[in-house]
């Protein structure tokens, strides 16, 4: 149940990530909602739980033993006694709050009926997804979003370039030539998004759909760099950013104006002011945006010299 990941746990990297999802029906879930939270904030637990009629996704950090007791809280509901995980370390607490949010869907497509607990493609392990991509009959497609994809993709892969994932549904109809080949082969961070995108392609007629098992980042764990065909680096959703061979941090940045994540090169462009813009987000945000963005990067400044975190931040 549990994939974990070999970085050591030390004095530079105390905190313990733990991200998670699950296909499941719980008709209950919205009575699970403040228990989870009150354990959470009890154990100094702090990230994003999501739960829905379909299951629960996230992504938590903390103590070790902190995190060990929300996980045999979840395992101990009958619904998630199957629940995985993956495991990483963080330098720093990668979260500012707690938060256990009912949903409608534990990921966002917006297609009604596409449920991954009856139909899903074919779990493809990180040790053959090389043999399957590099298959002259295969279409390989990364599910996640633009800003995603911008500091990282398989090599061959084809990028549909959406903003959310709401979008997916309608590039795939758009795109007939997806039939051109037998065999379509999916994937994105940790694997929910590409779960979900194979049981509407089953949906909408493919036959042959595989998905990375595990996401990208448990083949950033398995996958030895010099065979990867992995380039760049994963954007992961809480302060480090970004991953890359062997789950260590990556060395880009957040725009906090826009959420973007940032190269150091990005850094030097005379677009990029921290917290206020930068060279993605400069031309679409008004004078007045930046003006409330120094505003709130002052306060953040100022916290920081007390020793706080802005819960802003």
């Known amino acids: 149940m549990t994939d ?15 991200a998670l999802y699950h296909f499941v029906s719980v008709p209950r879930f919205e009575s699970l909602r403040e228990p989870l939270q009150a354990l959470c904030e009890e154990n100094g637990v702090k990230g994003t739980l999501l739960l829905a009629h379909e299951g629960i996704n996230g992504t938590v950090a903390g103590p070790d033993a902190g995190i060990r007791t929300v996980l045999a809280y979840l395992r ?5 006694a199957a629940l995985e995980h993956k495991e990483s370390h963080a330098s720093k607490m990668p979260f500012v709050r707690m938060k256990v949010k009912l949903k409608k869907e534990i990921v966002t497509m917006g297609v009604e009926n596409i449920d991954p607990n ?3 493609g074919t779990y493809v392990a990180p040790q053959d997804w ?19 994809t911008a500091i990282g993709i398989f090599r061959g892969a084809v990028d549909p370039k959406t903003k959310t994932f709401r979008e997916f549904p309608d590039w795939v109809r758009d795109n007939t030539g997806l039939h051109n080949k037998p065999k379509i082969a999916m994937y ?10 194979t049981a509407f392609m089953k949906d909408q007629g493919f036959d042959e759909v595989y998905h990375l098992k595990g996401g990208i ?23 480090r950013v970004s991953v890359e061979h062997g789950l260590k941090e990556g060395e880009h940045k957040l725009c906090h104006a826009c ?17 206020v813009s930068c060279s993605n987000c400069y031309h679409t945000r008004s004078e007045d945006d930046r ?23």
């Not at 101990?76 to 998630?80: D, L, N, S, T, V």
């Open 4 to 18: 974990t990941l070999t970085q050591p746990t030390s004095a530079t990297s105390p905190f313990l990530v733990a």
């Open 76 to 80: 101990a509901q009958p619904e998630f």
């Open 118 to 120: 009856k139909v899903v």
């Open 130 to 148: 090389n043999a399957l991509i590099s298959d002259p009959d295969t279409i390989v497609i990364d599910t996640r979003n633009d800003y995603e």
């Open 188 to 197: 994105c961070t940790g694997g929910i998004r590409c779960e979900k995108a």
């Open 217 to 239: 980042l448990k083949y950033l764990e398995e996958i030895p760099q010099e065979e990867s065909l992995w380039d760049g680096a994963c954007f992961v959703f809480d302060e």
């Open 259 to 275: 959420r973007n994540p940032i190269t150091a090169e990005e850094i030097t462009s005379p677009y990029y002011e921290e917290g």
């Open 291 to 313: 003006l409330r963005y120094r505003q709130r990067q002052h306060q953040i400044a100022l916290a920081k010299t007390r020793g706080q975190k802005h819960i802003g931040r």
